[in-house]
């Protein structure tokens, strides 16, 4: 599909369009943004080897000396831990109007970007 995708995106209407992002954004965007085998090789082994642990869930607070309370998905028990350090896998901000870039924020401010009328 990938040579389509532009095509197929352009004919669709608007209500369509926020359909597909409201229903599919987390599987597209996992699926859009993989990442390179090489970095794949590299994470797996980390995971394997105990270095990383990937969490899907919701860091609740962190403390100054990155002791993490996090509540994972599916449950409401909240689990401390020490962290040496913490990544945001939420992909990328959609919305440029809330972004903190100071570049594009100043674009948007200025008139000289904005959103499109699904907020990517």
């Not at 352009?10 to 926020?18: D, I, L, V």
């Amino acid at each position: 599909l990938r040579p389509f995708n532009q095509k197929i995106w352009q004919n669709w209407p608007s209500s369509a369009k926020r359909r597909f992002v409201e229903h599919t954004k987390a599987w597209w965007d996992i699926h859009r943004h993989r990442m390179a085998p090489e970095v794949y090789a590299r994470v797996t082994e980390a995971v394997r080897s105990g270095r990383i642990r990937i969490v899907a869930g919701r860091v609740v607070e962190i403390e100054p000396d990155f002791t993490v309370r996090i509540q994972q998905r599916g449950t409401q028990a909240l689990e401390t831990l020490k962290a040496a350090r913490i990544y945001d896998c939420m992909g990328i901000a959609r919305d440029i109007s809330k972004t903190s870039n100071g570049v594009v924020r100043s674009l948007v401010e200025r008139g000289l970007a904005r959103p499109d009328p699904l907020h990517l």
